[in-house]
């Protein structure tokens, strides 16, 4: 199997049932339709229908198929490159805050959810973690906990005993950690939030793509190989899955494949010995590497990309030559398990939302940190469909801007992500 189809992925083997998701057939009408079911899509979902939206979700595949089935699982409270000082050089006082408090309320949000609707996603909420393995990767690790701390977030500062005792790991010289973050079963996330999206009355469509897209009537017209949804306001949630279905989206953003991998359950004492309390790691590398245990004990492994094709063979000795540096305690290990999927990152590492025509948003490009995000987006873009101004959401809408020369992308991020890998060595 291939390691990008989906049913490569751990996930896919412990997530609690799908629900029941068939296919559109006929011609629908709706107030809103929504276009992707990831957190972004089914988020936005979610909160319409809760609201007495009438809403229509259609998806290529089944919910979850995308990058919100096959990530690594961890609630991160905050981005993956910029610290809130940045935010607020970048964006204003104003607004820079309203973003940096939107992102700590997205991940209390995935939370707040999984509670509410009583989601079954193996949720640990116990904390989330960025270890240094240098002395100049531990300056950054501090800045971002003294900016974090001086807004008054739940964080922590670590140093290296504190840093091994959390993470069972000698390799690490201290850390900073979150404890507003955590780790879920995230395709048990996605169909959880599908479950709660139909309850609450929104239609979800799987084996539905959105073929096109089009404008009459003052109306968008959603159009799938099995019938049409008519609605007045429509949300495109594709993320890096979109396609040809609304080019210049898919060429603001450069579609990063990430691979994950997972050990077979550990032994007891093992499993036992590496992050006891059930944190999960993003280290502080410029190309991270992640961590977690899953609900069985397997170790839970995430990386960027140094491989292509035939992955399989490099990625079994790159990612245990790796564990062994960080948890020599497990020594030479198989990894049962290995995936992939397509991260979208932006060029300035903000989430866009975008405005494309009258009654047509889309919210996308979380970097790598979009469990919090793309369920915050999807809330946000929900409050632009019910008819919030643009003054008034956390997240500012930008223009769009497809990337010149957009087929470079991909081969320009592998350049830069091996330049990471070289400047991270030691
Ligand atoms: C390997 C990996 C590891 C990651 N790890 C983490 C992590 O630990 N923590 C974190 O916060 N983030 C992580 N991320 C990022 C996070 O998973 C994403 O940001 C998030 O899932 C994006 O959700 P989404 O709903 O916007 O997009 P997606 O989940 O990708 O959903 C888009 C959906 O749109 C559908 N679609 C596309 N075109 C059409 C069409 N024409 N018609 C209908 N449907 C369509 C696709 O089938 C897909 O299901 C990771 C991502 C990857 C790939």
Request: charged letters at 20%; aromatic letters at 6%; hydrophobic letters at 40%.
């Amino acid at each position: 199997m291939k390691t990008s189809d989906p049913r490569s992925a751990l996930w896919s083997t412990t997530a609690a049932p799908a629900p029941e998701t068939p296919p559109l057939e006929g011609d629908r009408r709706a107030d809103a339709c929504i276009v992707g079911g990831g957190f972004t899509g089914l988020s936005a979902a979610l909160h319409l229908a809760e609201t007495g939206v009438d809403t229509v979700l259609v998806e290529a595949e089944h919910p979850g198929f995308g990058a919100s089935g096959r990530n690594h699982g961890q609630v991160v409270p905050g981005y993956s490159k910029h610290s809130p000082d940045e935010i607020v050089a970048k964006l204003g006082k104003e607004r820079g805050e309203a973003l940096n408090r939107w992102v700590q309320d997205s991940a209390a949000l995935v939370f707040d959810l999984i509670r509410r609707h009583g989601i079954d996603c193996d949720v640990v909420h116990k904390g989330w973690l960025m270890p240094a393995h240098n002395a100049e990767r531990l300056a950054v690790a501090r800045a971002k906990h003294d900016q974090w701390a001086a807004r008054g977030a739940a964080v922590d500062f670590l140093d290296r005993d504190q840093t091994a005792e959390i993470t069972g790991s000698p390799h690490y010289i201290g850390a900073w950690m979150h404890r507003g973050g955590g780790n879920i079963q995230p395709l048990g996330y996605t169909r959880g939030l599908a479950r709660a999206a139909q309850k609450a009355g929104a239609a979800i469509h799987g084996a539905s793509p959105a073929l096109s897209i089009e404008r009459g009537n003052g109306r968008w017209q959603v159009r799938t190989p099995g019938g049409t949804v008519t609605a007045e306001k429509v949300v495109l949630a594709t993320n890096a899955y979109g396609g040809d279905l609304w080019p210049a989206l898919a060429h603001s953003i450069v579609p990063v494949r990430l691979f994950q991998s997972a050990t077979a359950p550990l032994s007891d004492n093992i499993a036992r010995s590496i992050l006891p309390q059930g944190h999960s790691i993003s280290d502080s590398r410029r190309a991270l590497w992640s961590f977690r245990k899953d609900r069985d004990g397997r170790l839970v492994v995430g990386a960027a990309p140094l491989f292509t094709a035939g992955v399989r063979g490099p990625v079994n000795r790159i990612v245990g030559d790796h564990i062994k540096t960080v948890f020599p305690q497990v020594g030479d290990v198989a990894l049962e398990h290995i995936w992939d999927g397509r991260v979208a990152v932006t060029t300035d590492r903000l989430p866009h939302l975008h405005e494309l025509a009258e009654g047509l948003y889309a919210g996308l490009g979380y970097s790598g940190r979009g469990i919090a995000m793309a369920t915050g987006m999807g809330k946000v873009l929900a409050e632009r469909v019910r008819g919030k101004s643009l003054a008034e959401l956390p997240v500012p809408a930008t223009p769009l801007r497809p990337l010149p020369l957009h087929a470079l992308s991909i081969p320009l991020a592998r350049l830069t992500i091996a330049w990471h890998r070289w400047q991270d060595r030691g």
